[in-house]
C-alpha cells in the first residue's frame, strides 16, 4: 500500500492563479479530509468527506473548493491564490467508525503564493 | 475557548532522561479521543499513540505513554529514555464523537518543539 499520496510536494504560484492539488489513497478508507498547517497554529481542516459524493467544510473553507467523485481521490482546488494561503497542506484519510481509528496523513504539500 | 491546550511551545531533555509533554481538553462529550502525533523537521505526521476516553489503563506505545486524567482532562505524553532522533513538533489532538462533523475531524493543538540535546 502507497497509503496517502499527495502531488506535488511544493508549488509556487503568484496572487490570481488557480491550481488543484492532489490527493490519493489506497487503504479503502470512508473518510478524507484536508488541513492546512501554519506556524505557531497546529492543524486547521479545511474541508472533509465522509464518502465518495459527499463533502461538507471544516473550519476555514473560504478560497478553497473540494470534490469527491471516488473512494479513492480528493482534490483540493484554489479557485483564485491568495499570499494567505502560503501553507503546507495535507490530505489525511481513515476509516470510519468510533473515534480511535487513526487518521493517516499524506507527506504534505508546501504551497507559496506570491 | 481553545479545545487543546498546549502550553509548553518548547522543551529541552538530555539524552536517555524522561520528558513530558503537556496537554490539557476541553470537551463536554463523555466519549472522545486522544491522540499524540510526531512532526520531525521533514514534516510528515507520524501518529504515536492513542487513548479513548472510556480506557481504564494509560495507552502505552513503547516508549511512548499517554498520562491520562480524565477529571482534569488532561492528557500529557511521556517519552521515555529520550533519543535523539525524539527532537521534533509533538501535536496533542482530540476527535470527539457526537455534534455535527465533530466525528470527522481531529482538533489539535498548536505543538511542542522538543530539542533532545547529547
Known amino acids: 500500500n502507497a497509503g496517502v499520496t499527495q502531488t506535488p510536494k511544493f508549488q509556487v504560484l503568484k496572487t490570481g492563479q488557480s491550481m488543484t492539488l492532489q490527493c490519493a489513497q489506497d487503504m479503502n478508507h470512508e473518510y478524507m479530509s484536508w488541513y492546512r498547517q501554519d506556524p505557531g497554529m497546529g492543524l486547521r481542516l479545511i474541508h472533509y468527506?465522509?464518502?465518495?459524493?459527499?463533502?461538507d467544510q471544516g473550519e476555514v473553507p473560504n478560497g478553497y473548493n473540494v470534490s469527491r467523485s471516488t473512494t479513492e481521490d480528493f482534490p483540493l482546488r484554489l479557485l483564485s491564490a491568495a499570499p494567505s494561503q502560503t501553507s503546507v497542506y495535507f490530505c489525511?484519510?481513515?476509516?470510519?467508525?468510533?473515534?480511535?481509528?487513526?487518521?493517516?496523513f499524506g507527506p504534505g504539500t508546501r504551497l507559496t503564493v506570491l | 475557548a481553545q479545545k487543546i491546550t498546549q502550553t509548553q511551545p518548547g522543551m529541552f531533555v538530555q539524552e536517555k532522561e524522561a520528558v513530558t509533554l503537556d496537554c490539557t481538553y476541553d470537551?463536554?462529550?463523555?466519549?472522545?479521543?486522544l491522540f499524540w502525533y510526531k512532526q520531525p523537521s521533514s514534516g510528515e505526521m507520524i501518529f504515536l499513540i492513542y487513548?479513548?476516553?472510556?480506557?481504564?489503563q494509560n495507552a502505552t506505545e513503547g516508549r511512548y505513554s499517554l498520562n491520562f486524567q480524565k477529571a482534569r482532562k488532561s492528557a500529557n505524553l511521556v517519552i521515555s529514555a529520550s533519543q535523539l532522533g525524539d527532537s521534533a513538533m509533538y501535536f496533542c489532538a482530540m476527535r470527539e464523537t457526537k455534534g455535527g462533523g465533530s466525528n470527522y475531524k481531529l482538533t489539535f493543538g498548536k505543538g511542542t518543539l522538543l530539542t533532545v540535546n547529547p
Open positions: 487513548q479513548g476516553s472510556y480506557d481504564e
Open positions: 489525511a484519510s481513515r476509516l470510519a467508525g468510533g473515534a480511535g481509528n487513526e487518521q493517516f
Open positions: 468527506s465522509v464518502g465518495a459524493g459527499i463533502t
Open positions: 470537551t463536554s462529550d463523555q466519549s472522545y479521543g
